[in-house]
């Protein structure tokens, strides 16, 4: 079955290093001999800027994907403060299950349990995924589940467009160490953002057959969207969970998603 390449090292938020020229005073009188020849001033900073990214790169192609993994959530994203977001969180939510999943969730943004607990899709919204995920016979922890935005946005608001370009590169680096069969875009946000379909309508998403298309290294996965399960939660009224009409539709697009897995895409 097509998938991504699985040769393509990881590329994570390694700063560059930085050429430094060392800069001399003039002298006063100028000797009449040619230039001396200065060697470069000694490297006394070893901290992360420093490091030089081309071995990194060479080195972190050999790592598992859990240790690309924990060194984007740990080196690479830190104690994060490239957007307004971090002020208000308490904690950094980066994603949770198999990096080796060939099935990958990406969601919105945390709400308000994830927030507190660290862990993606743990509130209600989390629970229907987990019934949906029990209906299709996939355990949770097979599959990898994260989030567009990495910390929640106030009141549960939309992401705004700068915070989505600050935070989805981790994304996109999560999807290049875990580089799943599948990816599954729950809601209009991450249906846009991995299609690269800004302007599309999720029912316009869902209709169509979408790809991820990761410019650094060539990766293709294919992409089903379907409604985030808050949509859901909203729509299904007092229906019993996992039957109402909103359900079925997600169940639906859900069972494409597994059908990749097993067929290829389509
Ligand atoms: N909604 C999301 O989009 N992500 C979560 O992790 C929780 C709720």
Redesign the pocket.
């Known amino acids: 079955m097509p998938g991504p390449s699985r040769s393509s090292p990881p590329s994570v938020h390694s700063e560059g290093a930085r050429a430094r020229g060392a800069s001399q005073p003039p002298t006063s009188v100028a000797p009449p001999v040619a230039p001396a020849v200065r060697a470069p001033a000694p490297r006394t900073d070893l901290s992360e800027k420093t490091v030089d990214t081309s071995s990194l790169r060479a080195k972190a192609s050999e790592w598992s994907a859990g240790k690309k993994l924990a060194y984007l959530r740990d080196r690479s994203i830190g104690d994060c403060r490239r957007c307004a977001l971090a002020q208000g969180r308490t904690n950094i939510?980066f994603g949770v299950g198999n990096p080796e999943a060939e099935l990958m969730f990406v969601?919105?943004?945390?709400?308000f349990?994830?927030d507190r607990q660290g862990?993606?899709?743990?509130?209600r919204?989390?629970e229907r995924l987990n019934i949906w995920l029990d209906l299709l016979g996939v355990p949770r922890g097979n599959a990898y589940?994260a989030?567009?935005l990495k910390c929640r946005p106030p009141n549960?608001r939309d992401p705004h467009p700068v915070e989505v370009a600050r935070c989805s590169p981790f994304l996109h680096a999560q999807i290049r160490a875990i580089q799943p069969k599948v990816l599954v875009a729950?809601?209009r946000?991450?249906g846009n953002l991995l299609s690269g379909s800004e302007q599309l309508a999720l029912h316009r998403m869902r209709e169509r057959v979408l790809t991820y298309r990761e410019a650094k290294h060539g990766t293709t996965v294919p992409v089903v969207v379907t409604y985030?399960?808050?949509y859901v939660l909203r729509q299904s009224g007092d229906a019993p969970p996992g039957t109402s009409k909103a359900d079925e539709l997600v169940l639906s697009d859900l069972r494409r998603a597994v059908g990749f897995l097993r067929q290829g895409r389509p």
Not at 119 to 123: A, K
């Open positions: 939510v969601g919105e943004a945390p709400g349990n994830e862990i993606p899709f743990v509130g919204a989390g589940i989030n567009v549960n729950l809601g946000f991450a985030h399960p808050s």
